[in-house]
């Protein structure tokens, strides 16, 4: 048992003198599907907070007591449409990669 080398990890299934001769395979498609997925949630987070955005700017107008609290809290939620908008404009071009990358491997 002194001999043996022990692991102190769960997820070691090699055993001594044996390699992993595997070649990796990147599937494309998968990942084309992937960031089309994500452009379309982070277009409808986009288009949430912009509501939000419009929605604290009528409150606003309407609760003049509270104007400065609705104010402060329309313009943290037009951030985050803008930050969600520009996050779906990058994974639009990540899935534009992807299919071309798809195209080049499978002719």
Known sequence: MAEEK???SLFHHKKEGEEEEEEIVHDYAKE????KHVEQ???????AA???ALHEKHKAKKD???AHKHKVQEEIAAVAAIGA?????HEHHEK???KKKSEECDP
């Open 64 to 66: 003049p007591e509270n």
């Open 85 to 89: 908008a520009g996050f779906a404009f």
């Open 50 to 52: 912009g509501a939000y």
């Open 32 to 35: 084309e599907k992937h960031h």
């Open 6 to 8: 022990k692991h102190h």
């Open 41 to 47: 949630l982070t277009g409808l987070g986009a288009m």
């Open 96 to 98: 534009k990669d992807a």
